[in-house]
């Protein structure tokens, strides 16, 4: 056998031109190597000293080997059939490790210990007959049930691997027992129905994973096929030039695999495993700071805590008006409402239809002097960017004695996603606080609140005089503003 058109050469300067090699030739390299049908085995057979440039692998830095200790997860089936409990505990365990790392390993799986190191003894002895016992199956057609070659993308992949496969299609219709290789074909059937038990177990055990019926991957034929394919790794003369199997995701639905004692395999970590999220020890850690959402970001976090992520599908997409759609909202000018009959007429429509419409609009000339409204914004502000100590002194939830409260969500036990803010609430009417129950730096609000009453008043004088629904109306239907009430 001359193998010697893919065996590596080196050229020097001091070689003569005219005995230097031509340009490398891939393809004609890969169809040298085709056509001998020995595969990667033949070549070792052969004595090469060198992987041929076929087989070069560009390396990604993707080993478990820089210090990160993980673990596959190990699953044992042992009474999954039995226990009900112990089915609900092995459903998590699957659930998790599908999530986590898209593999497992299972014990007590009900295949014999027997039966496995036959498969694997039988496959070996495919590989190592001689060339012509093989020859008979080789083939690239994979509508044939029964394919030996090596590499089944040779001459598509960049690199060649290192391995030689033998592949036979077990289901849903099999090839007769006298199609298969004598060296496996009794072992090859018995295994072929034992991996199909255990798939038919691991898909219900995945349908209950996903909160299905046991039956519903099954029926909707994820377990109808079954492709048996036998790899051979011969010694690699250069090792770190090549790789047996490259990176790559397996497109069938599931994948059961046997493995020798040789090992070498690896898994690509999904996401790095955590513990179950605990929400409400969370939610305590938090709330017992007493620090609220301006404590998280004084203290120089990065990523914003889960107890604040909202799903996907619950946040308001239409929420912005960055979407190329231009909206106002109406702006009530007050001035004159007490003086002119027409302005007032004019204004109560526009206060009624703002209502009916948004249940939110805006008034200028309202009578709060500017500086008043400042001095308000100005005292919240301080409030909040006191030091911690200074603010704990309101925190409370309780709502219904104290007319000062400080905290962060009034909902937070309760609502799916607690909002990115802190709140002060203080009630000023019909009874309002004592000056010196109010943050000292918070006072304005007694001022601000006289103005407001200045203001109501002068709206209500206006002829405007919400009933009680209509007064309900508005407040239902404004919940998603998103300033300060």
Known sequence: MDYSLITKSKCTDEEDPTTRKPEYDRLSQLKSFDETRAGVKGLVDSGIKHVPRMFHHQFENNSVSCGIQVSIPIIDLEKVKQNRTTREEIVGKVRNA??????????????????????????????????????????????????????????????????????????????????????????????????????????????????????????????KGLVMLSHYYPICPQPELTLGSSKHADNGFLTILLQDNVGGLQSVLMAKPKPEYDRISELKAFDETKAGVKGLVDSGIKHVPRMFHYRPDKLDKNSSVSNGIHVSIPVIDLEGVKEDPGTLRNIVDKVRNASKSWGFFQVVNHGIPLSVLQDMKDGVVQFFEQDLEAKKKFFTRDYS?????????????????????????????????????????????????????????????????????????????????????
């Open 98 to 223: 599908s999530k986590t790392w898209g593999f497992f390993q299972v014990l007590n799986h009900g295949i014999p210990m027997n039966v496995m190191e036959e498969m694997k003894d039988g496959a070996r002895r495919f590989f190592e007959q001689d060339v012509e016992s093989k020859s008979r199956f080789f083939s690239r057609d994979y509508t044939k049930r029964v394919v030996y070659n090596s590499n089944f993308d040779l001459y598509s992949a960049p690199a060649a691997k290192w391995r030689d496969t033998v592949v036979c299609s077990m289901a849903p219709n099999p090839p007769k027992p006298e199609e298969l290789p004598a060296v496996f074909r009794d072992i090859m059937l018995e295994y072929s129905k034992q991996v199909m038990n255990l798939g038919y177990l691991l898909f219900e055990l995945l349908s209950e994973a996903l909160g299905l019926n046991p039956d519903y991957l099954k029926d909707i034929d994820c377990a």
């Open 401 to 485: 004695t104290k007319k000062v409260a400080y905290n962060s969500n009034f909902d937070l036990y309760s609502s799916p996603a607690a909002n990115w803010r802190d709140t002060l609430f203080c009630l000023m009417a019909p009874n309002p606080s004592m000056p010196h129950e109010l943050p000292e730096v918070s006072r304005y609000l007694i001022t601000y609140v006289k103005c407001f009453v200045l203001f109501m008043t002068k709206l209500q004088n206006s002829g405007y005089r919400p009933s009680e629904s209509n007064n309900r109306n508005m407040i239902q239907k404004s919940p998603h503003h998103s300033g300060p009430t």
